[in-house]
């Protein structure tokens, strides 16, 4: 009661994606879809990963908890994106709007660390592999899993308080699907220079610093495998692949809004569909197509379940 007290405004407006109804009908249909498809990929995933022994690895344990965070942060926003595709006033409460910021950066962070400790993983499997099991035990893939959600939380904690401070007394259109605080601090009626700089400082510098732990990561992984067997070979450069991939489709989004100078709109708001919707699918299908052994686990899991069914 008392931060809405200090501001005049209630709600924000989504200006969308687009004004045409035909094409919003469109993207209703299309979006519905692919978060459905989501959902169910990554609960497919978490459900293989945590109920198949074989799986019982820290590789697929550390890739169960990206999948969580994947449907997590694909449903943070999505939902209520597709609703106002078909609203003809797209508001947004001004609780919702700040529960939406909280949450794509918990997340986005949260991700970011996780990534890095996963890159960690086929590190000590690739380069240390006689002592992989001693090093990634049990009670260290719990504590990177926990120190990614500490990061999510350090990193909302350092960034937010500044903007859900701010007196927002007028504007209230925000310029994109959902809120994100580049876009919402710029509505308050102060000068926000600070603000702004504390949101590239911060979402900069973790979205950088990671990236480049990653590149030095895989390329120390690439380097050591040139010298192992051919067949060896073959496998590590089809899962490191896999992981390559993700994190150029992860971070790429994130680089281009909170580091690149510009501002481009239409650009952004294609990079947060992007971020949202089309990163969470991607890492299922990316990380299940190229596995074997994860397309084998889902295939015994579905006869498990079609089996079950039957008996009953």
Not at 60 to 85: Q, R
Not at 117 to 125: E, G, K, L, T
Not at 296 to 305: E, G, Q, S
């Amino acid at each position: 009661m008392q931060l809405l007290n200090q501001s005049q405004v209630s709600e924000f407006i989504l200006v969308g994606l687009t004004s045409f109804k035909d094409i919003e009908f469109l993207l209703f249909a299309l979006l519905s879809i692919i978060y459905l498809v989501t959902v169910l990929g990554n609960l497919l995933i978490i459900l293989t990963v945590f109920l198949t022994p074989n799986l019982n690895t820290p590789m697929y344990f550390l890739l169960g908890n990206l999948s969580f965070v994947d449907m997590s942060l694909a449903s943070f926003a999505t939902p209520k994106m597709i609703v106002n595709l078909i609203k003809h006033r797209k508001t947004i409460s001004f609780l919702g709007c700040f529960t939406q910021i909280f949450l794509l950066h918990l997340l986005g962070a949260t991700e970011t660390v996780l990534l890095v400790s996963m890159a960690f993983d086929r590190y000590v499997a690739i380069c240390k592999p006689l002592h992989y099991m001693t090093i990634m035990n049990k009670k260290l893939c719990i504590l990177l899993v926990v120190m990614s959600w500490c990061s999510g939380l350090l990193h909302v904690g350092l960034q937010l308080p500044f903007a859900i401070n701010l007196p927002f007394c007028g504007p209230n259109m925000v310029d994109s699907i959902f809120c994100d605080l580049p876009l919402v601090s710029k509505l308050a009626c102060t000068d926000t220079y600070f603000v702004q700089v504390v949101i590239v400082a911060n979402s900069g510098m973790i979205s950088m610093s990671c990236f480049l732990i990653l590149l030095i990561s895989y390329t120390l992984i690439l380097t050591t495998i040139k010298r192992s067997s051919s067949i060896g070979q073959s496998k590590v450069r089809s899962t490191l692949t896999a992981h390559i991939t993700v994190v150029i489709i992860f971070f790429g989004p994130c680089i281009f809004i909170y580091v690149w100078p510009f501002n481009n709109h239409s650009v952004d708001k294609f990079l947060a569909v992007f971020y949202t919707i089309i990163t969470p699918i991607l890492n299922p299908l990316i990380y299940t197509l190229r596995n074997k052994e994860m397309k084998t686990a889902m295939r015994k899991l579905w006869r498990a379940l079609v089996h079950s069914n039957e008996d009953s």
